[in-house]
């Protein structure tokens, strides 16, 4: 089966949407092919999956920290005038 090889900007310039999953099967092995045998675009790769990782995981622990989220709620609540509630109609 024969595969063309993509050069450095062809395989960069595909690197985000292979981050992001958005490839065809077949750009996804032409991407991974050439990370193999490029250091220079692995190096790229592992910097930006690294990167993305991180990120995802502190959006992660921002969502699910209800404990920040407590303090923090308790922090505008301490910030607003204690009157502010609306009286409820009947
Ligand atoms: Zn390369």
């Known amino acids: 089966m024969f595969l063309t090889l993509l050069n450095c900007t062809e395989t960069l310039a595909r690197l985000d949407d292979y981050l ?3 490839l065809s099967p077949r750009e996804v092995t032409l991407v ?3 990370l193999k ?3 220079h675009c692995s190096e790229i790769y ?3 999956a690294a990167f993305l990782h991180g990120l995802k995981q502190k959006i992660q622990r921002l969502e699910t920290s209800d404990e920040n989220l407590a303090d923090l709620m308790n922090r505008i609540r301490a910030a607003l005038p204690a009157e502010d509630v609306e009286p409820s109609e009947k």
Do not use: S, T, Y
């Open 20 to 22: 992001d999953r958005e």
């Open 32 to 34: 991974e092919r050439h």
């Open 37 to 39: 045998i490029c250091r």
């Open 46 to 48: 592992a910097f930006e």
